[in-house]
C-alpha cells in the first residue's frame, strides 16, 4: 500500500515539471527555460556579436551558445558596442544550430 501511494505521489509531481517551459518577460520576449540554439559562424571572416544578453566573438567556423530568448535581437557589434540587428529570436531556432548566412539580410 505505501508503494502504491509512493508511485502516485511521484506520478503528481513528475506531471508539474516541464523541462520546456516558457516565461513571458515585461518586455514580451519569452523565455524557453532549459532551451538554447547554437549560432554557428559559417561566414569566411571572424565577425563580433551581440546575443541579447552579452557580446562574442566568433572566428570563422566556430560556434556560440545562445538561450532562447523569444523576439530577444541578435545584433552586430563593433568595439563593444551594439550594431545593427541581424535577426530576432523564434521559437523555431530553439534546440537548434542556426547557420549565420542564413538568418543574415
Given at each position: 500500500?505505501?508503494?502504491?501511494?509512493?508511485?502516485?505521489?511521484?506520478?503528481?509531481?513528475?506531471?508539474?515539471?516541464?523541462?520546456?517551459?516558457?516565461?513571458?518577460?515585461?518586455?514580451?520576449?519569452?523565455?524557453?527555460?532549459?532551451?538554447?540554439?547554437?549560432?554557428?559562424?559559417?561566414?569566411?571572416?571572424k565577425v563580433s556579436i551581440?546575443?541579447?544578453?552579452?557580446f562574442v566573438s566568433l572566428?570563422?567556423?566556430?560556434?556560440?551558445?545562445?538561450?532562447?530568448?523569444?523576439g530577444k535581437e541578435v545584433?552586430?557589434?563593433?568595439?563593444?558596442?551594439?550594431?545593427?540587428?541581424?535577426?530576432?529570436?523564434?521559437?523555431?531556432?530553439?534546440?537548434?544550430?542556426?547557420?549565420?548566412?542564413?538568418?543574415?539580410?
Amino acid at each position: 500500500m505505501k508503494r502504491i501511494v509512493a508511485i502516485l505521489a511521484l506520478m503528481s509531481l513528475t506531471a508539474f515539471m516541464n523541462p520546456n517551459k516558457m516565461i513571458t518577460c515585461k518586455n514580451d520576449t519569452v523565455v524557453t527555460l532549459g532551451k538554447s540554439f547554437s549560432l554557428l559562424n559559417d561566414t569566411k571572416n571572424k565577425v563580433s556579436i551581440y546575443t541579447g544578453s552579452g557580446f562574442v566573438s566568433l572566428n570563422k567556423g566556430s560556434k556560440t551558445s545562445i538561450s532562447c530568448k523569444i523576439g530577444k535581437e541578435v545584433r552586430w557589434a563593433e568595439k563593444g558596442k551594439k550594431g545593427d540587428i541581424i535577426f530576432k529570436i523564434a521559437d523555431k531556432h530553439c534546440g537548434k544550430t542556426v547557420k549565420l548566412t542564413d538568418v543574415m539580410d
